[in-house]
Structure formats: C-alpha cells, structure tokens
C-alpha cells in the first residue's frame, strides 16, 4: 500500500483559491498512489484565527467540490486534510474530509480536542464529538486532528473501532516539534498501528510551521520523515504488519481498563 504525504506550504500572500487548485494538482499527481494525506486547515492556516470567519464554508463548499475531483482524478483514497466549515446553525468546525478513488466522500470528522488554552480555535469553534474510523479495501484509517495527538484515549479508542492506520493531520508549530515527533512514535507503540503524521510547511499568523511529517510503523520506528520545507513524502506500507506486531508482542490483550466489552 503506497501512502503520499503531502506537507503543503501555507503562504498567507498567496490566495485561498489558488491554493485550492495548487493543493488539487499536488493530489493529481500522486497517481499510483493508493492513499494521499493533506494536513490540517491547509486553505487558511492553523494559527489565522482572524481569517476563520471569513474563510469558513459548508461541509459541501469549494474545498469539498475541488478535492472531490481531485481525488477522482487521481484514482486515490483522499484525506484531504482539514478546512473550517460553518454547519447549518453558524457553528465552525475544524473539519476533515476523506473522499473515495471515485471522488464520493466516505467521511467527516470534526476536530474533538480544540487547541488555545481559552483562544483562538479552543473559542472560536465547536468540538466534535464522533470517533471516526474509514474501513478501506487494504485496512482501516483512524481520523485524528493535530492537537487530538496529546489525547491517547481518542486512538485507544479508534483501535477498538478497528483502525489499524492512525492518520494525524496538523498545523503543528516548530517550537513544540520534538513533542510532535515523540507523540507520532507514542501512539504508534502503544497502539501498534501505523501512524502517518503529515504537517504543513511555511509561516502564518507569525508562527512557523514545524513540517517534518513522518511515518511510523507498529512497532514505533519512522520509516520516513520529511524536512521542514513543503515537500510530498511518500512510503510504502505493509497493512498486514499490524496483525503481525500485534501477534508477536499481543500487549493489547492485556488492557484491564477502558477497554470496549
């Protein structure tokens, strides 16, 4: 199974929409590819707060209608990253979206652990509360977003749910990067399960951005990493390999707490 990680940069000079289409050519060119990951609210920025209001759009808006044809066009599972949508009631969300090789969308998840301490995101916009796992024909992706990372209940509890890649799409910051490295490599130990952790690139609201996506494998090694500049990281993966570690190392079934009867 080939996964392309595509760490886009976001530059706040250039446009929302020509983004929207530099980000889709991006995804139309990793045919051949069977799963393609964007990172989290990749139109506006992780950290432009000011811009949320202005920049939100319905779960059907131009994000959902580009990458749609995107992910068509390509032939590929498409997690296309996260954007902020505003729902029926005027509530924003920290959205993402996954969309079928034929360009339906096979699901949502809204962000459930808001990042600011008070502000920003934490403030601005509604929690999600559905766990949200994809079946797909090789496995199964569990959808996390960026700050969900520090909350290992959440992927304890898409492994129930049957995920056995734990995708995390971030606009993670570089002065907490080593964090993001360690808790890539974490979940993936503790839940053996791939984790494919893709991040953007670049500088918005006056905050760097960490880049240095990585993919690590159910036993906690990285199998690759990019830098910090935008760049697509592409790996292969054996899905297989979680039903192995899993197997020979069956810590899981030992779990005495939280666990689903």
């Excluded at 924003?92 to 949502?108: C, H, I, K, Q």
């Excluded at 979680?242 to 707490?257: C, I, N, Y």
């Amino acid at each position: 199974m080939r996964a392309s990680l595509i760490q886009i940069a976001v530059d706040p000079d250039e446009p929302v929409e020509s983004r929207r289409q530099r980000a889709a050519s991006l995804v139309v060119a990793q045919r051949g590819a069977d799963l393609v990951v964007l990172p989290e609210l990749w139109p506006v920025g992780a950290f432009a707060y000011t811009a949320f209001e202005d920049e939100a759009e319905p779960l059907t808006g131009p994000t959902h209608e580009v990458m749609a044809k995107a992910a068509a066009e390509a032939g590929v599972w498409l997690h296309a990253g996260s954007f902020v949508e505003r729902a029926a009631d005027g509530t924003l969300y920290n959205t993402t979206l996954v969309f079928s090789p034929e360009g339906e969308r096979a699901a949502s998840y809204r962000k459930i652990h808001r990042f600011g301490f008070d502000q920003g995101e934490a403030v601005m916009m509604g929690a999600g509360e559905d766990l949200v796992a994809v079946p797909l024909p090789e496995t199964t992706l569990g959808l996390a977003t960026c700050y969900d990372l520090r909350f290992p209940e959440l992927f304890r509890g898409l492994v129930d749910a049957g995920a056995e890649i734990l995708v995390v799409a971030a606009g993670w910051p570089e002065r907490r990067r080593a964090h993001w490295t360690l808790l890539a490599q974490a979940r993936a130990v503790e839940n053996q399960a791939y984790v494919l952790a893709v991040g953007s690139a670049g500088t918005h609201a006056g905050i760097q951005q960490a880049g240095h996506s990585l993919v690590v494998d159910p036993w906690g090694e990285v199998l690759a990493e990019a830098g910090a500049d935008e760049e697509v990281l592409t790996v292969e993966l054996d899905p297989a390999k979680v039903a192995t570690v899993r197997e020979q190392f069956p810590a899981l079934k030992d779990r005495r707490l939280g666990r689903t009867p």
